[in-house]
C-alpha cells in the first residue's frame, strides 16, 4: 500500500481539508487541527491508563495521521513533510554515535553538568541518563545528543512554494 504521508494527504484532500498555504497561512485551520491533536493525544493517555493495548495503538496512529494533517494544513507538500521526517529521524540517529572516544567524550561533558550518563557497550553507541539533579531536563532513561549530534535543518528542506 502507500505510504501513511500519501494517505493522510489524500484524505484531508476528500475531506475538504485542502492543503494550506505558507505564504498566506490559514492559522485557523492549523489551530483546529492542534485541538484536534490535543484531543487524540489524551484518548491515548487515557488508553495508557487504562492498559488497553487495543486503544493506545489506536491513538498512536491517529496521533501520527493528526500530525501529517497538520503540517498538511500549515502549506507542506507531502515530499516536503516526507523530508521533514527524513531529516528528524536522521538528527535523531546522530545521538548515537560509533566513535568509543566520541562516547566517552560525552560522559564527561554531561558529567560537568551533574548528569549521569551511561552509555551502551557496543556500537553504535547509545547514551542514556541513569542519574541527574534536574530531572526536568534530563530525566533518568533520556536518550542524550552524543558530541557528533547534528541537529535537523528543516528550513534546508522546506522550500517557499
Known amino acids: 500500500g502507500s505510504d501513511i504521508v500519501e494517505r493522510v494527504c489524500a484524505w484531508n484532500e476528500s475531506a475538504g481539508n485542502s492543503r494550506g498555504n505558507r505564504r498566506v497561512g490559514s492559522w485557523v485551520s492549523v489551530w483546529r487541527q492542534y485541538e484536534l491533536l490535543k484531543e487524540e493525544f489524551h484518548e491515548t493517555r487515557v488508553a495508557i491508563e487504562r492498559r488497553d493495548v487495543i486503544e493506545t495503538v489506536d491513538?498512536?496512529?491517529?496521533?501520527?495521521?493528526?500530525?501529517v494533517g497538520l503540517m498538511h494544513r500549515l502549506g507542506l507538500t507531502e515530499q516536503e513533510i516526507k523530508d521533514s521526517i527524513d531529516e528528524i529521524?536522521?538528527?535523531?540517529?546522530?545521538?548515537?554515535?560509533a566513535d568509543r572516544r566520541v562516547a566517552r567524550d560525552t560522559v564527561e561533558k554531561f558529567r560537568d553538568k551533574g548528569v549521569e550518563v551511561e552509555f551502551s557497550d557496543v556500537s553504535?553507541?547509545?547514551?542514556?541518563?541513569?542519574?541527574?539533579?534536574?530531572?526536568?531536563?534530563?530525566?533518568?532513561?533520556?536518550?542524550?545528543?552524543?558530541?557528533?549530534?547534528?541537529?535537523?535543518?528543516?528550513?534546508?528542506?522546506?522550500?517557499e512554494s
Do not use: H, W
Open 124 to 159: 553504535p553507541y547509545v547514551g542514556k541518563v541513569i542519574r541527574s539533579e534536574d530531572q526536568k531536563t534530563y530525566p533518568i532513561g533520556k536518550i542524550i545528543k552524543s558530541l557528533a549530534y547534528t541537529a535537523p535543518n528543516l528550513s534546508g528542506v522546506l522550500s
Open 89 to 97: 529521524l536522521s538528527a535523531n540517529e546522530s545521538k548515537f554515535t
Open 59 to 67: 491513538g498512536c496512529v491517529d496521533v501520527m495521521v493528526v500530525a
